[in-house]
Nanobody, 127 residues
Framework: QRQVMESGGDSVQAGGSLRLSCAASGFNYIPICIGWFRQVPGKEREGVAYFYASTRRTYVADSVKDRFTISPDDDKKTLYLQMNSLRPADTALYYC????????????????????WGKGTQVTVSS
């Protein structure tokens, strides 16, 4: 059974850092598409960053690209999201998502390109 599971969410003060982990299971290799979305109640889910394994390219949303980075660990089938200089506006439920169809290569941050979703990990940034 293919699934992804997030970990690492916490409450931090503005300016702090966190590293989230997304572990994929049930896949033979790290998923072709694996990444992070976030959502605040009442708002649409927002793409944060993802990794396209076919080209080994990473895509990071403009809103966070100077502060967030992602890195894959192929052996562990895990994707890490390093978040630095956190702001209260980064407060959200962060979801990991993965897919094996390879539709995410265009960099469009579409939730529809991902089939497997975790339950989310909460990140709260206080001012």
């Amino acid at each position: 059974q293919r699934q992804v599971m997030e970990s690492g969410g916490d409450s931090v003060q503005a300016g702090g850092s966190l590293r989230l982990s997304c572990a994929a299971s049930g896949f033979n290799y790290i998923p072709i598409c694996i990444g992070w979305f976030r959502q605040v109640p009442g708002k649409e889910r927002e793409g944060v960053a993802y990794f396209y394994a076919s080209t080994r390219r990473t895509y990071v949303a403009d809103s966070v690209k100077d502060r967030f980075t992602i890195s894959p660990d192929d052996d562990k089938k895990t994707l890490y999201l390093q978040m630095n200089s956190l702001r209260p506006a980064d407060t959200a439920l962060y979801y990991c998502a993965a897919d094996s169809r390879g539709l995410c290569g265009g960099g469009r941050f579409s939730a529809g390109d991902f089939v497997y979703w975790g339950k989310g990990t909460q990140v709260t940034v206080s001012s």
